[in-house]
């Protein structure tokens, strides 16, 4: 009894100490944790020590911020505390069972294994697959396939004979064109239409500081090439640069300093990238002669002297060039000849900035005899 009593103490202390809670088939209890490695911290295997009753093999762990299955028959200490083995989930395999997709849970091994679990021994390209026992895993078959790793693996074998575990052999097989890859879904496209989305907006946006824009985007899904408009689609909206311009969860853009990002609108796993320049307010202002003489010219100035513009000239009115045209330009001058044709009227002389913003200027031409 004095024996049984200190295992008792010594049981109570650890718990007290070292013990935490955590779930074991969906209860919570609390427990402590020991190296499966006296000395060496492994991230794959540890004991677990429980009061009585709590951990069976098989049993599905929730604990120290992952999952862990119970792969051992606990061992009872003198019916004061048991201990098991436990290792950590590292895979979940999306199983496809005609249409129904239900993610399990697998630890997976790819060479020869040597615990207290098993000593087996894998063929080069196959995998061993060691699920909890349950409703779901029991459903798997000969021949199911799933897609895990990147790869594609196909069943070949099972190995119920450890209660509370399904241990399936695997072999490395193709690809068919109704899986999904990307989510890792074994012929997920024989059972569902593939959706293909597509998001359609503005490459590039310019903005002066303190202006706002809204982004238009469109969604279309596109199934067997038939296109269609998705109503009110769940975008989300994400800026790189937040001290260049922000953007809200309806798309509206903020601009606020000089400079470039990128705006980058979401829907599913669909992510279009949207370039934004913001550029610091230029009062852009044409200098020069209000009036010009037939056969005369005269030269005109952007303002500010850093400004860089393109030039173009009109007459007023019209789409057409007949009274004047501009002779010679640079980034912010130009030159402008009144025509020789002895046409009077009004030309306007227009200069558009790089971020464009656009000013305007009317030059009168008149005979040289007024």
């Not at 249409?99 to 020869?112: F, L, M, N, R, W």
């Not at 300093?257 to 279009?272: D, I, L, P, Q």
């Not at 400004?307 to 045209?325: F, M, P, Q, R, Y």
């Amino acid at each position: 009894m004095s024996n049984n009593k200190a295992l008792k103490d010594m049981y109570k202390r650890h718990m007290k100490q070292f013990g935490e809670e955590v779930l074991i088939d969906g209860q919570q209890t609390r427990t402590f944790f020991k190296e499966y490695n006296e000395g060496i911290q492994q991230y794959d295997y540890k004991y677990i020590f429980t009061d009585l009753d709590k951990v069976k093999q098989g049993s599905a762990i929730d604990a120290l911020g992952c999952k862990w299955l119970a792969f051992s028959q606990s061992v009872n200490f003198n019916n004061v505390y048991e201990k098991s083995l436990m290792r950590q989930v590292k895979y979940t395999i999306k199983f496809n069972f005609e249409g129904e997709i239900v993610p399990i849970y697998s630890c997976i091994d790819t060479k020869t294994q040597d615990t207290e679990f098993s000593m087996i021994k894998i063929a080069t390209g196959d995998i061993l697959v060691i699920l909890q026992e349950n409703e779901n895993s029991n459903r798997i078959k000969i021949d199911d396939r799933f897609i895990i790793m990147g790869s594609a693996w196909k069943v070949v074998g099972f190995d119920k004979s450890k209660r509370g575990l399904t241990i399936l052999y695997a072999e490395n097989t193709q690809f068919n064109n109704t899986d999904d890859r990307e989510n890792e879904i074994a012929d997920r496209w024989q059972y569902e239409k593939k959706h293909t989305y597509t998001i359609e907006a503005e490459e590039y946006i310019s903005l002066n500081i303190g202006d706002t824009k809204e982004i238009k985007a469109i969604v279309k899904d596109t199934v067997d090439d038939i296109a269609t408009t998705i109503e009110s689609p769940a975008l989300t909206f994400k800026v790189d640069n937040e001290s260049v311009c922000t953007v809200d969860e309806k798309g509206i853009i903020t601009a606020i300093a000089e400079g470039e990002t990128t705006v980058k609108v979401t829907f599913e796993n669909v992510v279009k990238e949207i370039k934004v320049k913001v550029v610091e307010v230029v009062q852009l202002e044409i200098v020069g002669k209000n009036s010009i003489r037939w056969g005369f010219q005269a030269e005109y100035k952007a303002n500010p002297d850093t400004a860089k513009v393109t030039w173009s000239i009109n007459d007023k009115g019209t789409n057409t060039n007949k009274l004047a045209k501009i002779i010679e330009t640079t980034d912010n001058r130009c030159t402008v000849k009144a025509n020789s044709d002895m046409k009077d009227g009004i030309v306007i002389l227009k200069a558009t900035d790089r971020a464009g913003n656009v000013v305007t200027k009317e030059i009168i031409i008149k005979s040289i005899y007024g």
